[in-house]
């Protein structure tokens, strides 16, 4: 009888491993699942932000390049004013 007895309870721990080895796989595919979404958004994000940063560089290329061009007509107009003498005054302040 107690052969018997023992036998079930191994049997009965048996399947409750059984349930537990059932739950971590479970579980261990849903954590897949998720980290392969998560890597997809980071990896779409990441694409979009490298994007935005090409677009901002190439703002900031051509605003340089016209306030270049500004600063460049200004001396030269700066210097064309002063060249005139007593026909046109420039003054400071």
């Known amino acids: 009888m107690k ?9 009965d721990m048996n399947s409750k491993f059984d349930l537990v080895l059932e739950g971590h796989v479970a579980l261990d595919k849903k ?8 890597s997809d958004k ?3 994000n990441s694409f979009k932000i490298d994007t935005l940063n ?4 190439a703002v ?8 270049d061009a500004v600063a460049a007509d200004l ?8 060249a005139h003498g ?3 005054c420039v003054k400071e302040g």
């Open 3 to 11: 052969k018997d007895y023992l036998e079930i309870i191994l049997e």
């Open 31 to 38: 954590i897949d699942v998720k980290f392969d979404k998560l």
């Open 42 to 44: 980071i990896e779409l």
């Open 54 to 57: 090409k677009k901002m560089d």
């Open 60 to 67: 900031d290329e051509r605003l340089s390049q016209k306030i």
């Open 75 to 82: 001396k030269a107009h700066r210097a064309d004013t002063e």
């Open 86 to 88: 007593d026909m046109y």
